[in-house]
């Protein structure tokens, strides 16, 4: 199955890694909290679902999508995590705020991939409207938080191989 919009009960359970023994930490946006809250609900459930222990999941909030890029890499330096996941949420407005903030989270997960070890997960929506955001953080597109945790999941398996 193609790997856009899909639901838990979407996934091929056989495919995913054994994550009982992973940590994973997820850095949460407060722009756009009730999106942000959707996205974290999609990726806290697939890590759970997937046997990760509650112990295992460190969550922290960080003001703006912007922030995400420093809190990932305190994170990844400091709570021997398996991997990060970065959610946020930006939605189009009257300036060009939405082009900077698009560009400079998404240069700076990037750069945080290619200079440590720890895989971040981008996990980001940057719509034109509040609706296009609702329907991809639990509503008729699925939940990409689900998405960025299968993903966090395969990437810390990845790690381990490559380890
Ligand atoms: C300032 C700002 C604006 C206009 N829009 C958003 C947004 O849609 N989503 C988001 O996550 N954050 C937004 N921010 C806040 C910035 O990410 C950041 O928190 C501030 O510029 C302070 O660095």
């Known amino acids: 199955m193609a790997t856009e919009n899909k639901n838990l009960s979407d996934y091929d359970k056989s495919a ?68 990060v996941i970065a959610i946020g949420c930006v939605i189009q407005g009257q300036t060009k705020h939405f082009d900077f903030v698009c560009e400079g989270v998404t240069q700076g997960i990037k750069d945080l991939n290619i200079q440590t070890d720890i895989p971040v997960i981008f996990c980001v929506l940057t719509d034109n409207t509040m609706q296009q955001s609702l329907d991809r953080s639990g509503g008729v597109h699925g939940n990409k938080g689900t998405e960025a945790a299968i993903a966090a999941i395969k990437m810390a398996y990845i790690r381990q191989q490559a380890t």
């Open 16 to 83: 995913i890694p054994d994550a009982s023994n992973f940590r994973f930490g997820i850095v949460v946006a407060e722009w756009n909290e009730v999106i942000t809250e959707g996205l974290f609900n999609g990726a806290y459930q697939a890590l759970i679902e997937n046997e990760v222990p509650q112990a295992n999941i460190v969550r922290w909030n960080v003001p703006g999508s912007f922030e995400l890029i420093y809190g990932s890499k305190k994170m990844l330096q400091t709570q021997n995590v398996d991997a």
